[in-house]
């Protein structure tokens, strides 16, 4: 089943709230559909201070698009440690790393292609 644009619209809405409700650090925004191959068509990506940060970063995500959406991830990973935990919305991937972890995997760099789009928080201003 196919997700709508505009369906992905909110749901990229809901998670850079879900986000920033708990102070998530450096937030990209990576469009992966003119890229071949690619298992999704977005990226989120962003950092948290530590562990209890990254997964307070991964529980606001899951609240906030599964109270407006009713959606649930259909996978995630990495809770154990919360080093690098991964989100899978399907067409949209969230990827909350710790600082350290996100600068040594580099996945903007990986994905060199994509068209980054750097979410400024509302925090900045």
């Given at each position: 089943?196919?997700?709508?644009?505009?369906?992905?619209?909110?749901?990229?809405?809901?998670?850079?709230?879900?986000?920033?409700?708990?102070?998530?650090?450096?937030?990209?925004?990576?469009?992966?559909?003119?890229?071949?191959?690619?298992?999704?068509?977005y990226?989120?990506?962003?950092?948290?201070?530590?562990?209890?940060?990254?997964?307070?970063?991964?529980?606001?995500?899951?609240k906030?698009?599964?109270?407006?959406?009713?959606?649930?991830?259909?996978?995630?990973?990495?809770?154990?440690?919360a080093?690098?935990?991964l989100?899978?919305?399907?067409?949209?991937?969230?990827?909350?790393?710790q600082?350290?972890?996100?600068?040594?995997?580099?996945?903007?760099?990986?994905?060199?292609?994509?068209?980054?789009?750097?979410?400024?928080?509302s925090?900045?201003?």
């Open positions: 089943m196919q997700k709508s644009k505009a369906g992905a619209d909110e749901l990229i809405a809901l998670i850079l709230e879900g986000i920033e409700e708990v102070k998530g650090q450096k937030v990209n925004l990576l469009d992966l559909r003119d890229i071949e191959n690619t298992v999704c068509d990226f989120i990506i962003c950092n948290g201070t530590s562990n209890t940060h990254v997964n307070a970063i991964v529980g606001s995500i899951r906030i698009v599964s109270k407006a959406m009713g959606d649930k991830p259909w996978h995630v990973e990495g809770e154990d440690n080093e690098w935990i989100m899978d919305y399907v067409n949209v991937v969230v990827h909350v790393f600082k350290q972890i996100r600068e040594y995997y580099d996945i903007e760099g990986l994905w060199g292609d994509a068209k980054v789009t750097e979410v400024e928080s925090l900045n201003s």
